[in-house]
Structures are given as structure tokens and as C-alpha cells.
């Protein structure tokens, strides 16, 4: 009974993470016609890392011992790979359709769970296989991906899917080690280290409310990397890997809120197929304990 609790909390960390990316998302969207994809990823990392040095201030004399890790170059790389995901990601959009370049993202639950099994050592049995796989057929209800997912631009999205399940792996390898704040922190300071390297090259002055909105893109950040961080903490990574898709009922009921956009039969549709696939493996979880 424990452990079906630790699995179920798990979850839930992980469904109030892919939300808070996604109101971060949406942010973003509406800003990529003033500033350009690689500034708004050093401006999200930017806010980020703000918020965690407000924290870090309340922590008082107990800073140093909290930011003690084990694992320093790990943490570095980690972040990288977030950069990278999110950086691909938003490049693609400047040369192909949100659909298009969801669909390939979306990817990335397959690619954790195959990396789960070199590097976790977790074993994946068919109901997770199932799980993943039902889940990815209810994103492609969604998108409906046209054929010119052949152009080179495509590994993009698919480069920043890889990246992205390599960070998921990460995540899963320091919870056993580190303290959840620790993880937080390098998480902020090295996306901004990261994020920083291209800056010079795509500068433009940001206005007043774009500034603002780095800010509370910081805090949602912040909470959404926390929440990740505890839900593997509690949970193994090809497990979650299906409630990823969650994303798409998130994101279509942010379009519907922010621009107005009312979900097709093909969203609703395909929303249902991917909540059938998360239920699927809570019940199969549950069975097994």
C-alpha cells in the first residue's frame, strides 16, 4: 500500500509539472513575434534562477550544506539537456507548424523508456510498452502530422525529444543521491549558464513586459522543476513516461483560454486515448502490489 501511494504521488507531481511547462509554454508562444526563440529560453532561465536566489537567501547558514552535491557534472549536463530540448524545440517553430513539431516531440516518453533500461536498470514489461505506445497514438489523433515530417527540419523536435528524455533519465539518476534543492538550484544556474552562450549573437532589448513576464515564467518554472524532481523521487521513470502525453489536454485547454481556440473532436478524441493509457497503467500498477 505504500508503495502504490509513492507511485500515485508520483504521478500527480508529475501531471502539476507538464501543466506548469505548459502555461510556461504558452507564454512563450505569445512572445516568440518579439523577441527570438534563444532569448526567450535565457529569459525563462533567467526568472528561474531569480526565484531560486530569493530562496536560497531564506535558507540562511544552511546554504552551503543544502547545495552540497556528489555529483557536480551531472547536474551540469542535466541542464544542458534542458536547454537543448527546449532550444530545438522553439527553433523548429520558426520553420514549421505547432502540430508537426508537437507530434515529433512527443516522442520522447518511447526514448525514455528505452533509455530506462540501459541506464535505470528498470524493467519494462508490455503493459508499460502498451501504455506508451497507446498514449503516443492518442497525440497523433490530436496533431494529425501532415507528410512533410521528412524535411531535415524535423530533428529538431526530434533532436530536442532526445534531449529531453535524457534530462527525464538524469532527473531519475540524482534523485537517489541528492537533496531535492540542490537538484532545483543547479537546475536554474545552469540553464542560465547554458541559455547565455548564444545570447550575444541574438540580442534584442527586451521591454517592460517582457521582463515581467520572464519573472513569473521563472516562478512557474520553478515549481514545475520541483514537482518533476519529487515525482521521480517517488515514482520509476518508464512509469511516468505515458503521463507525459497529459500535455496535450493541458495545452488544449490553454488554447481555448488564452487564444480562444475551441479543441476539435480530434483533441477530445485523442485526449480520451491518452487518459485511457495513463489509467491503463495505474490499474495495471495497482494490480501488481
Given at each position: 500500500m505504500?508503495?502504490?501511494k509513492?507511485t500515485?504521488?508520483?504521478?500527480?507531481?508529475?501531471?502539476?509539472?507538464?501543466?506548469?511547462?505548459?502555461?510556461v509554454?504558452?507564454?512563450?508562444?505569445?512572445?516568440t513575434?518579439?523577441?527570438?526563440?534563444?532569448?526567450?529560453?535565457?529569459?525563462?532561465f533567467l526568472?528561474?534562477?531569480?526565484?531560486?536566489?530569493?530562496?536560497?537567501?531564506?535558507?540562511?547558514?544552511?546554504?552551503?550544506?543544502l547545495l552540497?552535491?556528489?555529483?557536480p557534472?551531472l547536474?551540469?549536463?542535466?541542464?544542458?539537456l534542458?536547454v537543448?530540448?527546449i532550444s530545438m524545440?522553439?527553433?523548429?517553430?520558426?520553420h514549421?507548424?505547432?502540430?508537426?513539431?508537437?507530434?515529433i516531440?512527443?516522442?520522447?516518453?518511447?526514448?525514455?523508456?528505452?533509455?530506462?533500461?540501459?541506464i535505470l536498470?528498470?524493467?519494462v514489461?508490455?503493459?508499460?510498452?502498451?501504455a506508451?505506445?497507446?498514449?503516443?497514438?492518442?497525440?497523433?489523433?490530436?496533431?494529425?502530422?501532415?507528410?512533410g515530417?521528412?524535411?531535415?527540419?524535423?530533428?529538431?523536435?526530434l533532436?530536442g525529444?532526445?534531449?529531453?528524455a535524457?534530462?527525464?533519465?538524469?532527473?531519475?539518476?540524482?534523485?537517489?543521491?541528492?537533496?531535492?534543492?540542490?537538484?532545483?538550484?543547479?537546475?536554474?544556474?545552469?540553464g542560465?549558464?547554458w541559455?547565455?552562450l548564444?545570447?550575444?549573437?541574438?540580442?534584442?532589448?527586451p521591454?517592460?513586459?517582457?521582463?515581467?513576464?520572464?519573472?513569473?515564467?521563472?516562478?512557474l518554472?520553478?515549481?514545475?522543476?520541483?514537482?518533476?524532481?519529487?515525482a521521480?523521487?517517488?515514482?520509476?521513470?518508464?512509469?511516468?513516461?505515458?503521463?507525459?502525453?497529459?500535455k496535450?489536454?493541458?495545452?488544449?485547454?490553454?488554447?481555448?483560454?488564452?487564444?480562444?481556440n475551441v479543441?476539435?473532436l480530434?483533441?477530445?478524441a485523442g485526449?480520451?486515448?491518452i487518459?485511457?493509457?495513463?489509467?491503463?497503467?495505474m490499474?495495471h500498477?495497482?494490480?501488481?502490489n
Amino acid at each position: 500500500m505504500q508503495e502504490q501511494k509513492k507511485t500515485h504521488i508520483g504521478i500527480l507531481f508529475l501531471l502539476a509539472s507538464i501543466g506548469f511547462i505548459t502555461v510556461v509554454d504558452t507564454a512563450a508562444k505569445y512572445m516568440t513575434t518579439s523577441l527570438p526563440p534563444l532569448q526567450l529560453v535565457w529569459g525563462y532561465f533567467l526568472g528561474i534562477f531569480v526565484c531560486l536566489l530569493g530562496l536560497a537567501a531564506s535558507k540562511g547558514g544552511g546554504l552551503p550544506r543544502l547545495l552540497r552535491t556528489q555529483r557536480p557534472l551531472l547536474h551540469f549536463g542535466r541542464s544542458g539537456l534542458l536547454v537543448l530540448s527546449i532550444s530545438m524545440l522553439f527553433l523548429a517553430l520558426r520553420h514549421m507548424s505547432l502540430a508537426d513539431a508537437t507530434a515529433i516531440s512527443f516522442t520522447s516518453p518511447l526514448f525514455i523508456t528505452l533509455l530506462a533500461i540501459p541506464i535505470l536498470g528498470e524493467k519494462v514489461d508490455g503493459a508499460r510498452w502498451l501504455a506508451v505506445l497507446g498514449g503516443l497514438c492518442g497525440v497523433l489523433v490530436v496533431v494529425r502530422p501532415g507528410s512533410g515530417l521528412a524535411s531535415w527540419i524535423a530533428l529538431l523536435p526530434l533532436g530536442g525529444a532526445v534531449a529531453f528524455a535524457g534530462f527525464q533519465i538524469a532527473t531519475r539518476l540524482l534523485a537517489s543521491t541528492e537533496n531535492t534543492f540542490a537538484t532545483l538550484f543547479y537546475t536554474g544556474a545552469g540553464g542560465l549558464v547554458w541559455s547565455s552562450l548564444a545570447l550575444a549573437f541574438v540580442w534584442q532589448t527586451p521591454e517592460p513586459w517582457h521582463w515581467l513576464t520572464f519573472a513569473i515564467q521563472g516562478v512557474l518554472g520553478m515549481g514545475a522543476h520541483l514537482c518533476m524532481i519529487k515525482a521521480f523521487e517517488n515514482t520509476e521513470a518508464s512509469l511516468l513516461a505515458p503521463f507525459n502525453y497529459s500535455k496535450i489536454i493541458w495545452a488544449a485547454a490553454a488554447g481555448y483560454l488564452v487564444f480562444g481556440n475551441v479543441p476539435s473532436l480530434n483533441t477530445l478524441a485523442g485526449a480520451l486515448i491518452i487518459a485511457m493509457a495513463g489509467l491503463f497503467i495505474m490499474l495495471h500498477e495497482r494490480r501488481n502490489n
